[in-house]
């Protein structure tokens, strides 16, 4: 069974401190995604990444896929309590056929 | 309306009772899921549906019944359920079945904002 294991598991900071939440597995994927869902919303795609060692940014978020596509890792910085919502990491077996499979979550809560 | 709406967004029913969730999508995508999500768990696959047709029973118990009369609508019809079914149902789409897609990008999900189910 491939597992995507994330932590922390919960988060709590306040507002302008930087974070980094990670998304980790035994298996090689060919893609991995990460998706914020805010409360009382469904979940909102952030990036994909498909390339060992790829880095991706998007405003104050950085995005990182591990050299043999098994981890990534999001960091944050000068967090805003606009970040606040669940982190879910989603990734693409390289087995042909197969869904997404997603982890737990790491749920951040940004205080002001 | 845009993107993928779903009613209820809150649901409170006994166990004898019978209820559906639906879902509609606006952006012409061909498949569209069911998933569960449950606290302390992964999102779950529960049922995929490409082209009206269904491509996936991820072994849900036969108390879950979905329905997918054209690719714009998606029901998952409720009987007789358990407590241990409460939960967020979120239905999504996507362009094309994302298995299928082939190739190293997966496509997106696109999720509604989901259906928060209590029972009783």
């Known amino acids: 069974t491939q597992l995507l294991e994330q932590s922390p598991q919960f988060l709590s900071i306040q507002e302008g401190e930087n974070l980094t939440v990670y998304c980790n597995s035994s298996?090689?994927?060919?893609?991995l995604q990460w998706y914020r869902q805010e409360p009382g919303e469904g979940p909102v795609l952030l990036v994909t990444?498909?390339?060992?060692?790829e880095v991706k940014k998007l405003k104050r978020l950085t995005f990182q896929f591990g050299d043999a596509r098994k981890d990534s890792s999001l960091h944050i910085t000068a967090a805003q309590p606009g970040d606040t919502g669940l982190y879910l990491c989603?990734?693409?077996?390289?087995?042909?056929?197969?869904?997404?499979?997603f982890g737990k979550g790491t749920t951040l809560s940004v205080s002001s | 309306e845009t993107g993928v709406t779903q009613t209820p967004r809150h649901l409170v029913m006994g166990m004898t009772n019978k209820k559906s969730l639906k879902c509609e999508q606006h952006?012409?995508?061909?498949?569209m899921y069911w998933y569960k999500q449950s606290a302390k768990k992964p999102l779950e696959l529960m049922f995929v549906?490409?082209?009206?047709?269904?491509?996936e029973n991820n072994s849900v118990p036969s108390r879950f019944s979905p329905e997918c009369p054209n690719s714009s609508h998606l029901f998952l019809h409720l009987h007789t359920l358990q407590p241990e079914d409460s939960a967020l149902y979120l239905c999504?789409?996507?362009?094309?079945?994302?298995?299928?897609?082939?190739?190293?990008?997966?496509?997106?999900?696109?999720f509604g904002e989901g259906s928060r189910l209590t029972v009783l």
């Open positions: 952006l012409g995508h061909n498949a």
């Open positions: 298996s090689v994927f060919s893609s």
């Open positions: 989603a990734a693409t077996p390289n087995q042909a056929g197969t869904a997404l499979i």
């Open positions: 549906y490409n082209f009206k047709e269904q491509t």
């Open positions: 999504a789409s996507s362009q094309e079945d994302l298995r299928i897609i082939g190739g190293p990008d997966p496509g997106e999900l696109f």
């Open positions: 990444v498909v390339t060992g060692g």
